[in-house]
C-alpha cells in the first residue's frame, strides 16, 4: 500500500512494490531505452501508487553531474557583472542548469581558493575579470574545467576566453574627448591587479601616439563608486579639463563628489565612463560612457560551457567592442571654440555651445532629408532656429532647401503644380554627406544630392564657419556658410513655385527657419514683410524686441544680392532665393555658388544706417579661403547659364567652366 505522506519513500520501497531490481528503477528513472517495457510499465505504476519522487542530489551523485555551474566574479555590487550573472542564469535555466554566485571581494590572494573550492561543487566554472596572476590562473585552469574566463587572456587555451575590446574603448573615449577639444584628460585607474586596467591603459597610450599635443594624468582609483569619489581632489588638482574612468562606477562617484564641491560638468570638467551599466543614463548629468553587451556576455559564456561540457568545445575565442553612448556629462573643452568635432559637430563661442549640424538622416523621405544647422543660438541662450514646427514639418533649422531641381524637390512636403496647386508627389530627393571634415576654423562637408530615382543630380561642397566678435559693449558672433553646387553628373534646371506660376512663392537657397517670433525684419529698402519680401537689399535684419536680440543676414559683398524670401505674418522664415522670377540653368559642368553671412547680437539694433555699417563689417570679415579648396564664385561665363544672366545671381553665381569640386 502506499506509504505514509510523512515518510520518505526511497528506490529499494519502489523496486520492493514493483518485483524487480532496483537497477532496473534506476534505468527506468533514467530513461533508458534497453529497459523491457513490461518492467518499465511496472515502475512507473509503483512510483505513481507510492508518489515517489527521487532526489535531485542522488541523482547528480549517480550521473557524476550536479546540473549546476559557478560563477566567480570580484565585486558583485558592480552592475557590469550583474549583467553577466543575468545573461548566464538566463541561458542555463533553459538547459536545466542553474548558477552559484562567489563573490571574491578583490582579495586576490583568496580568488585561486574560492574559484577551486566553487568548482569542486559544480560541474563547470566562469571566471569574470580574475586578478590573480597568470601562472596561478593557468594551473587551475589545467585542473578544474570546463572553465570559460571573461575578460583575461588565456594562453594554454585561447579558445576559453570572452572579452571586450578595452583598449578600443578608452582610445574612442580619448578621440571623443579630443574632438571636443580636450588636450589634458585624467585616468581614474582601476585596480592594479586587473588585465582591463592594463588595456585601458594601452588604449589610452595608443591615443596619444595619434596625438602628440594630448597629455593623460594617472590618478589612483578602484573599481568601486567610493574610489571614484575619493579621487575627485586628485583629480580637481591636476589641471586636467576631462577624465576617462576606469569604470561607470568610478565615474558616477566621482560625478557625486564633483557635484558636492560645486563644479560644473561639463563646463569645466568633463566626465566618461565605461561599461554603461543602468544607472548611467539616469546620472546627473547623465553620463558619457562606452556601451558594453553585459547580458550577451554571460548568455555567450553559457553557450560555451554547454559546448565544451557535451565535447563541442568552441575553436575561438570571441571579443566585443563597446559602443560610444555621448551624454550630457562630456562637452567642449573650457578654453575651446569654434567648430569642433566632425563625429559630433558642434559650435562653441566662449562658454557656450552656440550650434549644433545635425546629418539629417533620420527626417522622413517625404520631407527631404538633407543636414541642417539646430539649434543655433545667441550668447546669451537665445533660440533663433526652429525645426520641424507643426506649420511646416519640411523646415529645418538652416539648410539649403530647393524645390525644383529638375523636377526634383529638395524642399521636402508638397509641390506646386500649376493649374492644380500644390500636391503631394513622390519626387523627394535627399541630400547624401559623403564626407565631413574639420579643416582650420571650419567644416568642410562633401555631399551628393540624390533625386527620388536614387540617382545623383548634382554634388556639393559646403563650408561652415562661426567667430566671435563685438557690437559695440556686447559680445556676438557671426555664422559663415558656403557652398558650391558641381553639375558634374548633367546639366541643371532650378526653379521655384514662382517659375511654375505661384506668384510671389520664388522661395529656393539658403533657408533660414526661425521659431515663432513677434519680430520686425528690416532691409535697406525699409521695415516690415512688404518692403523685405522681394527686396535686393545686401543686408536683412531681423529682431525681436521681447527677446532682445538681432539676427542680422548679410549676402556676400561680392556678387549682385539675389531677391529676399521673407514670411513674417504666417511663420518667420527668412532666405536669398535662386529662382525668384525665372529659372536658373546651369551647364553640365557648371557650379552654382551660394553664401549668406549672420551676425547674431543680444541686442535690439532697428537703425538701417548701422545695420549698414554692420552688414559692410560683416562683408570684410568674411570668412578666409582654405588652402587647396576652391570655394569662391567662379567667373561669370554666359555660356555657363541662360537666365538669368551671371552678374544678376549674386549670391548665386554659375559658370560652365570644368568643375574641380567631386565630392
Known amino acids: 500500500m502506499p506509504n505514509p505522506p510523512h515518510r520518505q519513500v526511497t528506490i529499494a520501497q519502489v523496486a520492493e512494490y514493483a518485483g524487480v531490481s532496483q537497477a532496473s528503477v534506476s534505468r527506468v528513472l533514467n530513461r533508458n531505452t534497453t529497459v523491457d517495457p513490461s518492467i518499465a510499465a511496472k ?15 542522488a541523482r547528480n551523485l549517480v550521473r557524476g553531474r550536479s546540473n549546476t555551474v559557478a560563477l566567480v566574479v570580484p565585486d558583485l555590487e558592480n552592475p557590469m557583472f550583474q549583467g553577466v550573472l543575468k545573461g548566464l542564469s538566463r541561458e542555463a535555466e533553459r538547459d536545466g542548469y542553474r548558477v552559484l554566485v562567489a563573490d571574491t571581494a ?35 585552469l589545467a585542473r578544474s574545467g570546463p ?11 585561447p579558445a576559453s576566453e570572452l572579452s571586450i575590446d578595452y583598449a578600443h574603448a578608452a582610445s574612442t573615449l580619448g578621440d571623443h574627448l579630443f574632438s571636443l577639444g580636450h588636450t589634458r584628460l585624467a585616468y581614474v585607474a582601476g585596480p592594479p591587479q586587473s588585465y582591463a586596467d592594463g588595456l585601458r591603459r594601452r588604449g589610452l597610450a595608443e591615443f596619444v601616439a595619434h596625438h602628440p599635443d594630448v597629455h593623460v594624468e594617472d590618478v589612483a582609483g578602484g573599481s568601486q563608486i567610493e574610489d571614484g569619489y575619493r579621487a575627485a581632489e586628485n583629480v580637481l588638482s591636476s589641471g586636467v579639463t576631462a577624465v576617462v574612468a576606469f569604470n561607470d562606477l568610478i565615474a558616477l562617484g566621482l560625478l557625486a563628489r564633483l557635484r558636492e564641491l560645486g563644479v560644473d560638468v561639463p563646463g569645466e570638467l568633463s566626465v566618461a565612463g565605461i561599461d554603461d551599466v543602468p544607472l548611467a543614463r539616469f546620472a546627473a548629468p547623465p553620463l558619457t560612457t562606452m556601451s558594453v553587451p553585459r547580458i550577451e556576455l554571460g548568455a555567450q559564456a553559457w553557450r560555451r560551457l554547454r559546448d565544451e561540457m557535451s565535447g563541442t568545445p568552441a575553436t575561438h575565442p570571441l571579443s566585443y567592442r563597446a559602443i560610444l553612448e555621448a ?8 578654453e575651446a571654440t569654434g567648430w569642433l568635432s566632425p563625429g559630433r559637430p558642434i559650435l562653441r563661442v566662449g562658454d557656450r555651445v552656440v550650434a549644433r549640424y545635425e546629418e539629417g538622416r533620420t527626417i522622413d523621405s517625404v520631407l527631404s532629408p538633407r543636414p541642417y544647422l539646430h539649434p543655433v543660438e545667441s550668447l546669451a541662450g537665445v533660440r533663433v532656429t526652429d525645426v520641424h514646427p507643426t506649420d511646416h514639418l519640411h523646415h529645418f533649422g538652416i539648410g539649403i532647401a530647393l524645390p525644383d531641381v529638375n523636377g526634383t524637390s529638395y524642399w521636402g512636403g508638397r509641390t506646386y503644380v500649376q493649374g492644380v496647386g500644390s500636391v503631394m508627389l513622390e519626387n523627394q530627393g535627399l541630400q547624401r554627406r559623403d564626407d565631413l571634415e574639420l579643416v582650420g576654423d571650419a567644416f568642410v562637408e562633401r555631399l551628393t544630392w540624390i533625386d527620388e ?14 567667430r566671435p566678435t563685438r557690437v559695440g559693449e556686447r559680445d556676438a558672433w557671426m555664422l559663415g556658410w558656403r557652398s558650391s553646387l558641381a553639375a558634374n553628373f548633367g546639366a541643371l534646371r532650378l526653379g521655384s513655385p514662382a517659375t511654375n506660376g505661384r506668384d510671389g512663392a520664388g522661395y529656393g537657397g539658403l533657408f533660414w527657419r526661425f521659431p515663432k517670433w513677434e519680430a520686425t525684419v528690416v532691409t535697406r529698402d525699409g521695415v516690415g514683410e512688404t518692403a523685405a519680401h522681394g527686396s535686393r537689399s545686401p543686408w536683412l535684419a531681423v529682431v525681436d524686441q521681447q527677446r532682445r536680440i538681432t539676427v542680422l543676414l548679410s549676402q556676400p559683398a561680392d556678387r549682385e544680392p539675389l531677391a529676399w524670401f521673407a514670411r513674417v505674418s504666417e511663420y518667420l522664415g527668412i532666405g536669398p532665393a535662386i529662382a525668384w522670377d525665372d529659372e536658373v540653368h546651369v551647364a553640365e559642368g557648371g557650379r552654382l555658388e551660394l553664401g549668406i553671412d549672420a551676425l547674431i547680437v543680444d541686442r535690439v539694433i532697428t537703425d538701417p544706417a548701422e545695420l549698414e555699417r554692420l552688414a559692410e563689417r560683416l562683408g570684410a570679415e568674411a570668412n578666409a579661403d582654405i588652402p587647396g579648396l576652391d570655394l569662391k564664385p567662379a567667373l561669370a561665363n554666359p555660356n555657363g547659364i541662360r537666365t538669368p544672366s551671371p552678374a544678376t545671381l549674386g549670391s548665386a553665381s554659375a559658370s560652365a567652366s570644368p568643375s574641380d569640386v567631386r565630392p
Open 327 to 334: 551624454r550630457g556629462s562630456t562637452g567642449p573643452a573650457p
Open 106 to 140: 578583490e582579495r586576490v590572494a583568496d580568488e585561486e581558493e574560492i574559484a577551486a573550492e566553487a568548482r569542486s561543487r559544480c560541474d563547470a566554472l566562469v571566471l569574470v575579470s580574475p586578478r590573480m596572476p597568470a601562472e596561478r590562473l593557468e594551473a587551475l
Open 147 to 157: 572553465i570559460v574566463v571573461v575578460n583575461r587572456p588565456v594562453a594554454s587555451n
Open 453 to 466: 530615382r536614387e540617382v545623383a543630380q548634382l554634388s556639393e561642397i559646403r563650408r561652415l564657419t562661426g
Open 43 to 57: 515502475v512507473t505504476d509503483a512510483i505513481d501508487k507510492l508518489n515517489y519522487s527521487p532526489s535531485q542530489m
